[in-house]
């Protein structure tokens, strides 16, 4: 079945430094793929997506680029901020396979320091 | 607004208690999911809903039942079969093949 995996936490970074967090997926169709943010005693927040091979998806100085020839879909963010402090999850969604069901991996917890 | 609305925030249930979660949306979303995150974990489907009056069995099903009569709602039902019902429960919706809206979740604790 599908799955997603993503870098175990927490990472812990300065402010305006750079920010990495790898994602891999396994799907056996074409998914689309997603990062949501989760902010302490919330719910989830899209924060990008994309839906074909290639595509990058941006936004808040955020990015990721859909790999399909290494199955990853890597978070980025040049210069993070204290409010940059959260959970980020990757998501895929492969209509053709499993319908709407959404698969998200484990999370990775940002902590971001004045 | 339109939005997706979860209560109550908070809600204590004792053993051997069914309880029942609301989830309510007004986006016309198509599709409806809940989920359970325990501290520290990411999120594990338990089921999910592509249109009325049809739904499916996620990851974690067992001891959880859902009903989807009207498109608006989805509730879940945590029933005395669940043996570890404390968590955080977040329910979604999206269109079909589109990026979800969640809730502000419930957090349900067994006293």
């Known amino acids: 079945g599908d799955s997603v995996t993503q870098m175990e936490g927490p990472v812990t970074l300065s402010e305006e430094a750079f920010l990495t967090i790898n994602c891999t997926y396994t799907a056996t169709g074409y998914p689309s793929l997603f990062w949501y943010v989760q902010y302490p005693g919330e719910g989830l927040q899209l924060l990008l997506k994309?839906?074909?091979?290639?595509d990058k998806g941006s936004n808040k100085g955020f990015e990721a680029t859909y790999r399909k020839e290494t199955t990853s879909f890597h978070l980025e963010k040049g210069s993070v901020q204290v409010s940059d402090s959260a959970v980020y999850f990757c998501a895929l969604m492969d209509i053709k396979a499993a319908g709407n069901k959404l698969t998200f991996g484990g999370g990775t917890r940002v902590l971001v320091k004045p | 607004d339109g939005g997706i609305t979860q209560s109550p925030k908070y809600l204590f249930r004792k053993e051997g208690q069914n309880v029942t979660l609301s989830c309510e949306q007004n986006l016309n979303h198509d599709a409806m999911y809940w989920y359970r995150q325990d501290p520290g974990q990411g999120l594990r489907l338990i089921y999910y809903s592509q249109i009325v009056n049809d739904f499916q069995k996620g990851d974690i099903a067992e001891g959880y039942s859902v009903s989807r009569e009207k498109k608006e709602s989805f509730p879940l039902t945590v029933t005395s079969a669940q043996k570890n019902p404390t968590a955080f429960y977040l329910c979604a919706s999206s269109i079909l093949e589109g990026s979800a809206f969640f809730g502000q979740g419930t957090r349900l604790t067994v006293v």
């Open positions: 994309a839906t074909k091979a290639d």
